[in-house]
T-cell receptor
């Protein structure tokens, strides 16, 4: 089992729709979770961080964390063509190691 | 504020040559990470440092790869000798460790694109 798993996509949604991106992780002791956006040829850019169970909203983005199910998701409301990118889920491994493991990313296409 | 600074942005070299990639982390961050990204394998963690000390180098592919962090504001990743299969984008990232053993937000440099002919 991979430490952090994501569906590679592509996930295609029409402009204005909600895009839902999912990620599961294997280590139950993980405490910090992050979503990054990466455009082709660019470096990963931090979108959201979440540390506690529940929802965290920032503008059009909502991160959801369920530690019991070892599941973290990212919702993008009112999707725009400019949101088309690869979205990477990152998990910080258990206490003391500070190691960040990334999923392989989900490619999102927002259709105008 | 300056982000993570990497150099060179692009490097083209011939097989067998030594390659040195450089990184300056965000001031005040105490953890530094080197990642390699390829289409086939995604973003792989090579090595990371905490307070300038290497913590885990299990991701370093082989002995041809080495990394150092002589002080809090500078790190190098060296490949000697380089091979065509080392061609990839190498990212440096830094973060500030939080209380309770949690990792803070991780910020990336713009990357060094390496091509080994």
């Amino acid at each position: 089992q991979k430490e952090v798993e994501q569906n590679s996509g592509p996930l295609s949604v029409p402009e204005g729709a909600i895009a839902s991106l999912n990620c599961t992780y294997s280590d139950r002791g993980s405490q910090s979770f992050f979503w990054y956006r990466q455009y082709s040829g660019k470096s990963p850019e931090l979108i959201m961080s979440i540390y506690s169970n529940g929802d965290k909203e920032d503008g059009r983005f909502t991160a959801q964390l369920n530690k019991a199910s070892q599941y973290v998701s990212l919702l993008i409301r009112d999707s725009q063509p400019s949101d088309s990118a690869t979205y990477l889920c990152a998990v910080n491994m258990p206490s003391g190691t500070y190691k960040y493991i990334f999923g392989t990313g989900t490619r999102l296409k927002v259709l105008a | 504020d300056a982000g993570v600074i990497q150099s060179p942005r692009h490097e083209v070299t011939e097989m067998g040559q030594e390659v040195t990639l450089r990184c300056k982390p965000i001031s005040g961050h105490n953890s530094l990470f080197w990642y390699r990204q390829t289409m086939m394998r995604g973003l792989e963690l090579l090595i990371y440092f905490n307070n300038n000390v290497p913590i885990d180098d299990s991701g370093m592919p082989e002995d041809r790869f080495s990394a150092k962090m002589p002080n809090a504001s500078f790190s190098t990743l060296k490949i000697q000798p380089s091979e065509p299969r080392d061609s990839a984008v190498y990212f440096c990232a830094s973060s500030l460790a939080l209380a309770g053993g949690r990792g803070g937000e991780l910020f990336f440099g713009e990357g060094s694109r390496l091509t080994v002919l």
